[in-house]
């Protein structure tokens, strides 16, 4: 067991987890934050993705202690007062998503990289995004609602 | 939620419900559920394909501080009812029924078998107590191919069949099988493979089970496509009466047919529960989910066909070997389907179908979207090869084919009738579309320029949910119930027994409903996953888009004149002169007179009533299926074949479906973009892969390849909407669909493309090392 503190989603949060625990588990078991999802536990699928100081992680592929004293955003920290973020809101009227259990990670892996590459297209959007799988959608309608909100960005 | 403005909502592509959740991780799924008390199982697991079972130590496993229990398999056989699989006995099957324990006990079949379930504290506990539980185990020769397990000197896996034989042999002869044969200009001969391969939702199995000794109940939150099913498995299993077996089910993960019922493991899951008095979760992890959850496919197929000069297949003659896997379900029932569907829809004039299943030790063969689908594979493919051989334009060889439409519909060889089957339309629509002249000048420029373009082109007929049946619905798949109710809030409230895990029901049967008892969206809400409220019902076989659309319909119907009648008590008038719009009840001509339905629905729940008024806002509705008919259509891929490293890219992918009246356009083209991105994976990607020793090779996203953002293409879908059937319900099914008709395309495309070469292709999986394979055996230079 280590103490640890970190911050999640802008506020400061402490535990105790054994050293070998998860963030993935940290997150979902200790601090209640279940919107974070555990897809394969090996790092391939993305469902686990979270954002860790401005960039996107891998949750089942990091220890909860490496995560003490960071800056950890999850699905959870993005609409805060329940009122849906610009992609949120764009992946809704983009129907990008079906039985949603991918969802969380692909969020978090475009809300990263389009903060880093707002004018981003089709393909690069792909290929930032070929690191999670979705298993339902085939992803025409959530590249759709990537593009969709980045264009809604650009247009602020 | 913002109110949406439509003037109808069935038909207009109408933003999920469900998304508000989905998107802000407010989602609900079986792992998020945490009770007081609740501990952990964690499975211990066979490492080999074969072998017996000597002895299970648990002492060391049992001596972990936070290990609570250990139950091995054979202690589980003394607190659960020994029976067949319970999807097997639900579905009425009486061929060999293999007698098998919830876990191992003498015997292992599979790698991944489980012997023994630990429950912990914690999952991490759980699996530190499988690591000190020790197994012995007597290796026996593993049956790891279809053909070793039809041979009589094979060691059966289960002692009561005595072979391993899932399913005996049978043959069925439609019309003149041999006269057609022996008249026929040619007689062509194929073997056929399709490759193993699985599911894959992204959340696997998984339940929380809670005994309650008190009240004698169990409740189990289940990750399934039927509470009910669930229910009835773990009351058969348990022992218990189904009225003490409540199911809860949230958000679902995807499931695809795995899901269906309960699992080995979910049942000795509960069984945990009860015997240690606390709820006990267990989700599977990846690994688990891909060696032990279920497989399916690995088919293997002799076929002849019947045909004249002019491209006219006659008749067909197919020999069926099914690999089960190691525990046999779905994999023994699934050839009848098969063989009813192979005439797909092509007027054969005779057609013999033979079967026989394998019992081998792999993970048992599951349902799988579409489950039938390899014989739309291997019909699809032996067109093509026909056309090859005879000079033919894949389309051209179709619309030879294709049965006419006419009234009373053609029926199939095997008899159903193709009623409402716009294969012809969307053929001719995928031409257009498509313009195969411009592309075979484009694919003949490439060539010379050494690049390999390919067009390939498919069809098939999805029974979602079929023809009528002369007999009328029946068994697990028939008759669709719903409850609906005006609730004291004035909330149109539908119990429905489907269990969505990605179809948006909560968004499509809301538009019915509101569309019909006319209420606004908002105000219909979809009750799902509580046995002891929603009636019975299972999400698969692509039925609910007619069999629960039409009974939200006709219930909807029934339960708003149900309304009418009273309000026009209240309001004085007469319920012929009622209507309902927006939310309001009003004398027609008289707009002023208007009352809220919730209005309506307070004054029902106000109890100032006397027995004369009937104030039970409420009905139970049931729906036959209407007319029913089939969904159906035609899709085309290009592709690029790169010679030199074997990668395939699809480069354009066009469907053109007919599903009928669309519910909800959005929801229909996810459904059919979903299929075919598992159909390019399954062909490009996926395989289930074991070893010669049954090792199974595959128990990662790192060997188990999953088609990505970058494999899958824009797919451009048009919806052919051109026989109405019903006065009602005109809405059918497209869950199939796509994975159905998607691996025929791709692999009819890369034939295509690889015919400089010569390649004649006779199996589904072609991963690059398997392109070059086939080019290197036709040119012995490359």
């Known amino acids: 067991m280590a103490d640890i503190t970190l911050r999640v989603n802008g506020a400061t949060r402490t535990g105790s987890p054994e050293a070998r625990k998860t963030l993935a588990d940290f997150l979902r078991d200790d601090l209640d934050l279940t919107g974070t999802h555990v897809g394969c536990e090996h790092g391939v699928c993305g469902a686990c993705t979270v954002i860790i100081d401005g960039r996107a992680v891998r949750s089942c592929l990091m220890l909860a202690v490496q995560a003490a004293d960071r800056e950890v955003t999850t699905i959870e920290g993005l609409a805060p007062d329940g009122e849906l973020g610009t992609l949120q809101q764009a992946m809704w009227d983009s129907h990008s998503f079906q039985c949603g259990f991918c969802t969380p990670g692909f969020i978090m892996q475009a809300t990263a990289f389009l903060s880093d590459h707002p004018d981003a297209g089709e393909q690069q959007i792909r290929e930032a995004l070929s690191g999670n799988i979705c298993r339902c959608t085939g992803y025409q309608s959530i590249i759709d609602g990537v593009l969709l909100a980045a264009e809604r960005n650009r247009e602020r | 939620m913002t109110a949406i403005a439509a003037e109808r909502y069935t038909g207009a592509s109408i933003k999920r419900s469900e998304d508000p959740r989905i998107l802000t991780g407010a989602g609900r799924y079986v792992d998020d559920i945490k009770l007081p008390g609740m501990l952990h199982a964690a499975f211990v697991r066979s490492p080999m394909a074969h072998a017996r079972v000597l002895s299970v130590d648990v002492s060391a496993a049992l001596a972990l501080p936070g290990v609570v229990a250990v139950l091995t398999g054979a202690e589980l056989e003394t607190m659960t009812v020994p029976g067949p699989d319970a999807l097997m006995a639900l579905m009425g099957w009486a061929g060999p029924t293999p007698e098998f324990t919830l876990l191992a006990t003498d015997t292992v079949r599979l790698v991944g078998d489980p012997v023994a379930v630990v429950v912990a504290e914690s999952r991490y506990l759980a699996e530190d107590g499988c690591e000190l539980v020790e197994v012995e185990y007597d290796d026996l020769p593993p049956v790891v191919d279809a053909a070793f397990a039809l041979d009589p000197g094979s060691p059966p896996l289960f002692a009561n069949l005595g072979d391993n034989i899932a399913r005996t042999h049978s043959r069925h002869e439609f019309g003149d099988v041999s006269a057609t044969f022996a008249n026929a200009d040619r007689v062509m001969g194929f073997h056929i493979d399709v490759h193993r391969h699985q599911n894959v939702p992204m959340e696997g199995r998984g339940c929380v089970a809670d005994y309650d000794a008190g009240h004698g109940v169990m409740t189990m939150y289940a990750a399934t496509q039927s509470v009910h099913v669930t229910r009835i498995a773990v009351a058969m299993r348990l022992g218990m009466e189904q009225d003490k077996v409540r199911v809860l089910a949230g958000d679902i993960g995807g499931s695809f047919g795995l899901k269906i019922g309960a699992s080995r493991e979910e049942l000795a899951v509960a069984a945990a529960s009860r015997a240690i008095g606390r709820p006990v979760k267990w989700v599977e992890d990846r690994g688990e989910n891909l060696t032990a959850s279920g497989q399916a496919r690995e088919e293997s197929f002799d076929v002849r066909a019947a045909v004249s000069n002019d491209g006219a297949l006659l008749g067909l003659d197919v020999k069926m070997v099914i690999d089960t896997g190691s525990y046999p379900g779905m994999g023994a029932m699934v050839p009848d389907i098969m063989e009813a569907m192979l005439p797909g829809p092509y007027k054969l004039a005779a057609m013999g179908f033979e079967s026989t299943g394998a019992i081998t030790n792999k993970a048992p063969y599951v349902a799988y979207r579409g489950p039938w689908a390899s014989e739309t594979f291997v019909r699809e493919r032996v067109l093509n090869l026909i056309a090859k051989d005879l000079g033919l334009d894949p389309v051209e060889i179709r619309l030879r084919n294709v049965a006419p439409r006419t009234d009373p519909p053609a029926v199939m060889i095997t008899g159903r009738p193709l009623v409402g089957v716009t ?68 909330i149109v409230a539908l119990f429905t027994g489907q269990m969505p895990h990605g179809q948006s029901h909560q968004t499509t049967l809301a538009q019915i409903a509101a569309d019909e008892f006319g209420v606004p969206f908002e105000q219909v809400r979809i009750v799902v996953g509580d046995t002891d409220v929603v009636p019975f019902g299972l999400t698969g076989g692509s039925r609910s888009a007619t069999m629960t659309g039409g009974v939200a319909l006709h219930g909807a119907r029934q339960l708003k004149a149900k309304v009418l009648d009273f309000a026009a008590y209240l309001m004085e008038a007469s319920a012929q002169d009622l209507l309902i719009t927006d939310g309001n009840v009003w004398v027609r001509g008289d707009p002023a007179s208007a009352i809220t339905v919730s209005e309506v629905a307070r004054r029902a729940a106000s109890g100032q009533f006397g027995a004369d008024v009937d104030t039970t806002l409420e009905v139970e509705a049931t729906f036959d299926g209407g007319e029913g008919g089939w969904s159906g259509g035609t899709h085309c891929a290009i592709v690029e074949v790169d010679a030199g490293t074997g990668i395939v890219k699809v480069e354009r992918y066009v469907a053109v479906e007919d599903c009928g009246a669309l519910i909800n356009p959005a929801v229909v083209e996810g459904q059919i973009r979903g299929g075919v991105a598992q159909g390019i994976g399954a062909v490009l990607l996926e395989r289930s892969a074991y070893g010669e020793d049954g090792s199974f090779q595959s128990a990662t996203f ?60 006779y199996e589904q999986h072609l991963p690059p090392a398997r392109i070059l394979e086939l080019i290197a055996a036709m040119d012995p230079g490359q």
Not at chain 2, 469 to 479: D, H
């Open chain 2, 702 to 761: 790192m060997d188990y390849l999953m088609p990505t953002a970058c494999d899958v293409p824009r797919i451009e879908i048009e919806h052919l909407e051109t026989v109405p059937l019903d006065a009602d319900v005109n809405f059918r099914g497209v869950g199939e669909g796509g994975m159905i008709v998607a691996p025929p395309t791709v692999v009819n495309a890369i034939e295509d493309a690889l015919s400089p070469f010569g390649v004649r292709i």
């Open chain 2, 423 to 490: 294969t012809r339309e969307s053929l001719e629509r995928v031409a257009q579309l498509v313009d195969f002249p411009a592309f075979r000048r484009r694919q003949a420029e490439a060539r010379a320029q050494g690049r390999y373009l390919g067009i390939g082109v498919a069809t098939f007929i999805e029974a979602a949910p079929g023809p009528r049946p002369p007999e009328g619905p029946s068994g697990p798949m028939g008759m669709e119930s719903m409850r609906l109710r005006l609730t004291e809030d004035g």
